[in-house]
């Protein structure tokens, strides 16, 4: 009988447990992870600051990054990036959300199995997928959204596979949930001051506008009463 030392079941026991965590953290995608600072998804991707974009400046400040990452070859020069498009997006410089579009030609002919298969090796088995989920051809989408082929979940992050159409995309969201909820409810709050201070500025504008007005008038007036003659 062959006898394996305690401490050595233990350490390969370990070691899968590491592996199995590692295989299904939903909050990370290649390099970025969700808590990055802006800077930091900037190195990582080569973005520049031209790419960033501020959406809104209060009560919190919400930025968006694109990024196209660069196209990559196999040794028969054939294309291999999967990915079109990345949008970062952060909420007091913190990432809290990845949406990640596929190239079509990338993804043309890949079926919803085909796709949750390949995710699945990355992040685990999908705790909800489309009742409709079809093997042998791309779900159907409806033609005015997206329909969500699979979703993975943990207690503060989701990540959501879903097509959509015109133009016809794959897509797969990565939200950390009570991030997003924070960024939904300032978004909300703008929306309200907006229109709470929409009277406001609706009576600066037409005072500056008659300020302007009298001003150029004046200029006017002290130029044509010399020169009127009836």
Do not use: C
Not at 80 to 94: A, G, K, L, S
Request: proline letters at 6%; hydrophobic letters at 35%; zero cysteines.
């Amino acid at each position: 009988m062959i006898r394996i030392p305690a401490l050595a079941v233990v350490a390969s026991a370990l070691v899968f447990a590491v592996v199995d965590v590692q295989a299904q953290d939903l909050s990370r995608y290649r390099d970025f992870q969700l808590g990055n600072t802006v800077d930091a998804v900037q190195k990582m991707s080569g973005a520049t600051a031209n790419d960033l974009k501020t959406i809104q400046q209060r009560p919190a400040r919400i930025q968006e990054l694109r990024w196209r990452p660069s196209e990559r070859y196999t040794d028969r020069l054939t294309p291999t990036e999967p990915v079109r498009e990345v949008i970062f997006t952060f909420y007091n410089d913190q990432l809290f959300k990845m949406v990640i579009d596929y190239d079509r030609q990338r993804t043309e002919g890949l079926t919803d199995a085909d796709l949750i298969d390949s995710i699945s090796t990355r992040y685990g088995v999908p705790v909800l997928q489309a009742t409709n989920l079809q093997t042998n051809a791309p779900q159907q989408v409806p033609p005015d959204g997206n329909a969500m082929v699979a979703r993975w979940s943990d207690a503060d992050t989701s990540l959501t596979l879903v097509r959509g159409t015109y133009p016809t995309t794959v897509r797969l969201i990565i939200t950390r949930k009570s991030t997003e909820t924070l960024a939904q409810n300032a978004a909300a709050e703008v929306e309200r001051l907006d229109r709470s201070e929409t009277p406001q500025r609706e009576t600066e504008h037409v005072n500056t506008m008659t300020e302007d007005n009298r001003v150029s008038a004046e200029k006017a007036r002290g130029i044509n009463k010399p020169l009127f003659k009836p």
